[in-house]
C-alpha cells in the first residue's frame, strides 16, 4: 500500500491571498477603499484617523486594538494635544469621544465591525466552478508528481480548498476534524493528523490552515466545524480567526498544533511552493526559517507577481528560493513547477 501518512510527505504548497484573489478575494491594501464605502465604517472618525496614517488593513486593527487595551492613548483626548491629530478628508465625520472609555468603546466596536467585513468577504465564492478551475491543474500537478500525501499550509479563511476536494471527489481532505455522532459535530483534534493509510479512501490532502476559518466556532472547550456565521459579540461562541495583523502570535490551538506542522513538515519535505504569499506573518516566517535550517537540501520556489523582491528578501532570512514571476490563474498549468518526483 502507497504510503500516505503525514510524515511521508514530501510535496508542500503554501497559499497565501493572492492565492485566492483570482476567486474575489481582497487584499489587505484594497480592504481599506472597500471599508471606505461601508457606510457605518466610513462615518467613524477614528477609521480616518487610522487610515490616513496608513492605508492597510492589517495596521488598522492593530491600532484598534491598540486603543483597546492601552489606556495611554487618551493622551489623544486632551485639548491641548487635539490639533495634532491628522486632518480628516471631506466630509468630516464628527468625533464625539471625549473619555478614554469612550474612545476604547469605538475602537472596540470599530473593530468588530470590520471583523465582520473581513470575514463576510471571505466565507463563500460567487462561482464555485472557478474554485476548481483555479486550483484543480495545481493539485493535480502535486499530487500526482510522487508517492505520498499533498500537505497544504494556508493563511486564507475561505474554504477553497475544502471546496475543491468536494468538487472533483479526487481528495479526501484530512483538516483536524473528527465526527462526533453523539453530538452530531465535526471537532477538532489534533490526533486526526496521525491517521494511517488504511483510513483514506483517496487521495489525502493534509490542510493546515494556519489563521483559522470561516467554518471555525469555538463553543465551550471545543473547537467545532459548522456554517460560516459570523458570531460578533455572542460571548457564548467565537469565531476560530486569527484577524490581519502583522503580529500574529498565538498559543492556543489550533494554531499552535497548525504551526508547529508548518515547522516539522518543511524540516523533511523535499520540495515547497509559496503561491501569492507576502511573508508579512512574523510566526510563519519563524517557522519557515527553522524547518529550512534544518532541511537545506529542500527546494523552494515562490510564485507572485513580485516574485524576484520577495526571493530577494528571503536571502536576507537565509532562506533559498526560486522565482517564478506571475500569478495563479484559472486553468493554468504552470510547466515552471518543480515538484518532488521520486520516494
Not at 491628522?86 to 465591525?113: D, G, I, K, N, V
Not at 536571502?315 to 528560493?321: H, Q, S, V, W
Request: glycine residues 6%; aromatic residues 12%; hydrophobic residues 35%.
Amino acid at each position: 500500500m502507497e504510503e500516505c501518512s503525514l510524515a511521508s510527505a514530501k510535496n508542500v504548497l503554501f497559499l497565501g491571498a493572492g492565492a485566492s484573489r483570482p476567486l474575489g478575494k481582497m487584499l489587505m491594501w484594497e480592504f481599506i477603499d472597500h471599508l471606505s464605502n461601508v457606510r457605518e465604517i466610513a462615518g467613524s472618525a477614528l477609521f480616518h484617523d487610522i487610515v490616513g496614517k496608513k492605508r492597510d488593513l492589517e495596521f488598522l486593527l492593530e491600532e484598534l486594538q491598540d486603543i483597546e487595551e492601552k489606556e495611554y492613548l487618551k493622551y489623544y483626548l486632551s485639548d491641548e494635544n487635539r490639533g495634532a491629530l491628522p486632518p480628516l478628508p471631506p466630509p468630516h465625520p464628527q468625533r464625539f469621544e471625549t473619555t478614554f472609555p469612550e474612545l476604547a468603546r469605538s475602537a472596540s466596536y470599530l473593530r468588530s465591525l470590520v471583523e465582520e467585513q473581513v470575514f463576510v468577504s471571505y466565507r463563500d465564492f460567487e462561482d464555485e466552478a472557478e474554485v476548481s478551475r483555479l486550483l484543480g491543474p495545481l493539485f493535480e500537478r502535486l499530487v500526482d508528481a510522487g508517492p505520498g500525501p499533498l500537505v497544504v499550509f494556508t493563511t486564507n479563511y475561505d474554504p477553497a480548498v475544502e471546496r475543491l476536494c468536494v468538487l472533483t471527489h479526487r481528495y479526501q481532505c484530512v483538516d483536524g476534524f473528527m465526527h462526533d455522532p453523539e453530538k452530531k459535530e465535526y471537532f477538532w483534534d489534533r490526533e486526526s493528523f496521525e491517521s494511517s493509510a488504511a483510513e483514506f479512501g483517496r487521495k489525502p490532502v493534509f490542510l493546515f490552515k494556519l489563521h483559522g476559518s470561516v467554518d471555525w466556532v469555538r463553543s465551550g472547550t471545543r473547537v467545532v466545524r459548522g456554517s460560516p456565521l459570523f458570531s460578533g459579540m455572542d460571548s457564548r461562541y467565537r469565531n476560530v480567526i486569527i484577524y490581519p495583523a502583522t503580529k500574529k502570535v498565538s498559543f492556543a490551538d489550533p494554531f499552535f498544533t497548525h504551526y508547529t506542522y508548518l515547522q516539522d513538515c518543511l524540516s523533511r519535505a523535499r520540495y515547497c511552493l509559496f503561491v501569492g504569499y507576502s511573508f508579512r506573518d512574523y510566526d510563519a516566517i519563524t517557522r519557515i526559517r527553522a524547518g529550512v535550517r534544518k532541511n537545506p537540501e529542500i527546494s523552494i520556489q515562490v510564485l507572485d507577481p513580485d516574485a524576484k523582491s520577495i526571493v530577494e528578501r528571503l536571502r536576507g532570512l537565509e532562506i533559498n528560493a526560486k522565482p517564478l514571476t506571475g500569478r495563479l490563474t484559472p486553468g493554468s498549468v504552470l510547466p515552471e513547477l518543480k515538484p518532488h518526483l521520486g520516494a
